[in-house]
């Protein structure tokens, strides 16, 4: 249960902010009970308003793959704030950054910066449309590319959480430009083809699903929507917010070999600030203004202060590459979790991959949406507090990815599997 300084700054902020929260999630509707606020984080850990200290597998929803205030992260977004906070003009680091972006991915040969993935997909998507000139999106349901109207629709993660996939206020016919269709069913995306002839602007896709919990393509699917997409003259792009730097040095694209038209990054690029990216082939990305007549603009993309944090960020992730260490420790904690659970007879689906997982309670697989909704959410909110009352913070939600970071050591992953164990064990039948 939150502490009395967190309860206490949650009955002032209901009174001011929506909910009491500036993004849904945060309220812990998903898993009950009180949220709790946070003031600081170092390395592996939070600490919330109370002085209680979490371990933290949620890290802002993935972009803390360095861990809390990595020093040399801190430092760097110190120093570019020393030089002042926004210019509302071009700098030298914004190139630097869109350079070590396109190296790492080479796919996207032009690159613009914004402050959200939201604002990224948005615009990817716009783009697509203009570049076709049609006027259908395909998007799989439980994928979420933020929250832009004819994206919010099937929309996983907080939408799906809440019970809001369809959010009110998206005009139908908005909607209606949108195609849903299951996540690693290609028969039915080569369907929507055949339907939608000569209609379909772009495939949206989360190579690795994250949004309805983690969801891992299967072979072939995303080979196959590079092969449809290309025949029938419409994109794709890959939405890598939250792949993007974490599952290798690069996107997903990298380890699955397919070479999206454009890609939409946010999260770790931004190195724990905001800041998103969207790019691709140079030949669509020159419809964008100022050279061509998509518009998008925004008066702090490319922010001085994220662009350090973000360029730091990547600079460590190449120079350390912690990779394999990240995902054979997730990998065990996976497999821990799995033998905790089933000695203590709690059925649970754990999808899992590089530094990225989830634990579904449900005994079925999970290889779509359909699958993912049959996990049982008040179970998953029982273990979340179960976890808190242990000493380990997890994503307040079930339909979302849990994380680790470099910053999470053995003693820390011993520390887990103890109090894991304990969570499953005080669930047990
Ligand atoms: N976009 C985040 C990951 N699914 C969730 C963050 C939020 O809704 O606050």
């Not at 259908?136 to 929250?147: D, E, M, P, S, V």
């Not at 995303?222 to 449809?228: D, I």
Request: glycine fraction near 10%; charged fraction near 20%.
């Amino acid at each position: 249960m939150a502490g009395l300084a967190s309860r206490r700054a949650f009955k002032r902020a209901r009174r001011v902010l929506v909910g009491g929260v500036n993004s849904p999630v945060r309220a812990f509707r998903a898993v009950g009970g009180s949220p709790v606020f946070m003031r600081r984080g170092r390395g592996p850990r939070l600490e919330d308003a109370d002085g209680r200290r979490y371990l933290d597998f949620c890290l802002s929803w993935g972009p803390l793959i360095l861990g809390h205030a990595r020093p040399e992260v801190v430092a760097a977004a110190q120093a570019a704030l020393r030089q002042g906070s926004s210019f509302g003009a071009s700098t030298e680091a914004e190139v630097e950054l869109a350079e070590v972006i396109r190296q790492a991915v080479p796919s996207m040969e032009l690159v613009r910066l914004t402050s959200s993935g939201t604002e990224a997909a948005m615009s990817a998507v716009r783009l697509a449309r203009a570049f076709t000139g049609r006027d259908l999106t395909i998007k799989f349901a439980g994928c979420y590319h933020g929250h832009a109207d004819s994206l919010l629709v099937a929309a996983g993660s907080g939408a799906l959480t809440l019970g809001i996939p369809d959010s009110a206020g998206v005009p139908k016919a908005w909607a209606r430009t949108t195609i849903i269709l299951p996540y690693n069913d290609l028969p039915a995306v080569a369907a929507a083809f055949k339907r939608w002839k000569g209609r379909v602007a772009a495939i949206l896709v989360e190579p690795v699903a994250a949004n309805m919990g983690v969801v891992l393509p299967r072979d072939g699917f995303l080979q196959g929507l590079r092969e449809l997409a290309s025949r029938h003259g419409a994109l794709l792009v890959f939405d890598e917010v939250i792949t993007g730097f974490r599952v290798c040095y690069g996107g997903y694209q990298k380890i699955c070999k397919v070479s999206p038209d454009l890609t939409v990054l946010g999260k770790i690029v931004g190195g724990g600030l905001p800041l998103a990216a969207y790019g691709g082939r140079r030949d669509v990305m020159r419809l964008v203004a100022p050279l061509g007549p998509v518009y998008q603009a925004g008066t702090l993309s490319g922010n001085p202060v994220a662009v350090a944090a973000g360029l730091e960020t990547l600079r460590l992730l190449k120079s350390e590459r912690p990779y394999p260490v990240l995902e054979r420790r997730t990998r065990d904690l996976a497999a821990a979790m799995r033998a905790a659970a089933s000695r203590a007879n709690v059925p649970v689906t754990i999808n899992a991959i590089a530094s990225m997982f989830t634990v579904f309670f449900t005994d079925h697989p999970v290889p779509d949406y359909a699958g993912a909704k049959q996990a049982d959410a008040k179970v998953y909110g029982r273990f979340f507090h179960a976890l808190l009352e242990r000493g380990v913070y997890f994503p307040p939600a079930q339909w979302e990815a849990a994380f680790l970071s470099s910053a999470h050591g053995t003693a820390d992953m011993a520390l887990m599997n103890k109090a894991m164990t304990q969570a499953f064990e005080s669930m047990g039948c």
